[in-house]
């Protein structure tokens, strides 16, 4: 290829973080790295990409025209690179997925049943993650498949594939909270009460509440401290339901319950062998939207 991946990947990710040394901090490189990697780009296209007479990364409208061209051609190398791994047919010895609390615990079961007839002699382990935080394995290589909520933007060297099946969640509290007896209760209401929340995406999501909120790492967390009577919080329905002790009740919020999309999540540059693919591909044909 004429254009080297370095300089395409360095590229697209300046485009997605908004700065060179954004881009330098995402694909764990040296801000230089970076930039000379985009300048022997611009060197080889002929034309600028962006703009370099202010501090903001602007594209020019050559640069803005080439941007869909390269993620088009770094999507087309992964698909090649995939291709090479299942026909050198090399299974992975091990393999590590990593996924979300509100993935329901009867999709996780099928799915590793006939994982296990499949590919009894692999390694497995799954890991409870959220968000950002498996993005964050998969770049690290301590995981190779991540199953996430959508989210609104990947890093450029995350490919994804949307699943069928969608999360439900919804508003708890306990049951002899005064709120639970409303027959409708309002997010001022909520708000002068202790807001238990996920604490993987605290800087993201608005604050519901103002009571001194508290967070735990993962939703059956929440869900023990919300049964304890510390607060409302944002739970699965299916795992109320099925490891609730009947002490929590769904507030009857405007907008609640939400259903939540899921997207399986795997690395470009660090992709998942015969066995990881299989688990993607299981994931993308298999699950049913409940």
């Known amino acids: 290829m004429r254009y080297s991946p370095e300089s395409l ?10 700065s060179f040394s954004a881009a330098a901090r995402a694909l764990r490189k040296s801000q230089s790295t970076i930039s000379s990697a985009v300048a022997n780009l611009e060197s080889d296209l002929g034309f600028s990409l962006f703009h370099r007479d202010g501090r903001a990364t602007v594209l020019t409208s050559e640069g803005e025209r080439a941007l869909a061209q390269v993620r088009e051609i770094l999507q ?12 050198a047919g090399g299974i992975e010895p091990g393999l590590t997925l990593a996924v979300s609390d509100f ?17 009894p002699d692999i ?14 394995l998969l770049q690290h290589g301590r995981a190779h498949i991540g199953v996430v909520r959508v989210q609104a933007s990947y890093p450029s060297d995350i490919m994804t594939a949307r699943l069928q099946v969608d999360g439900q969640m919804a508003i708890y509290l306990h049951h002899s909270h005064p709120l639970a007896a409303l027959p409708q209760v309002s997010e001022q209401a909520l708000s002068k009460v202790r807001q238990l929340r ?31 009577g ?26 609640w319950p939400q259903r939540i999309e899921v997207d399986a999540v795997w690395s470009r540059r660090m992709p998942p062998g015969p066995a990881g693919r299989w688990i993607v591909d299981w994931l993308v044909a298999q699950t049913p939207r409940v």
């Open 9 to 18: 990947e360095a590229f697209v990710q300046t485009v997605e973080s908004g």
């Open 123 to 136: 390694a497995f382990e799954c890991m409870v993650a959220e968000d950002e935080d498996v993005i964050d």
């Open 198 to 228: 996920l604490n993987t995406y605290l800087e993201k999501a608005p604050l519901m509440s103002t009571h001194g909120v508290w967070s735990a790492s993962s939703y059956m967390l929440l869900l023990e401290m919300a049964e304890q």
């Open 76 to 87: 087309a190398s992964a698909r090649l690179d995939e291709l090479a791994v299942r026909l």
């Open 103 to 119: 993935w329901q615990a009867d999709h996780h079961e099928h799915l590793l049943r006939e994982f296990d007839r499949r590919y």
């Open 230 to 255: 510390f607060g409302w919080s944002i739970l699965p329905r299916w795992q109320v339901e099925q490891f609730g002790h009947q002490i929590l009740k769904e507030l009857p919020v405007k907008n």
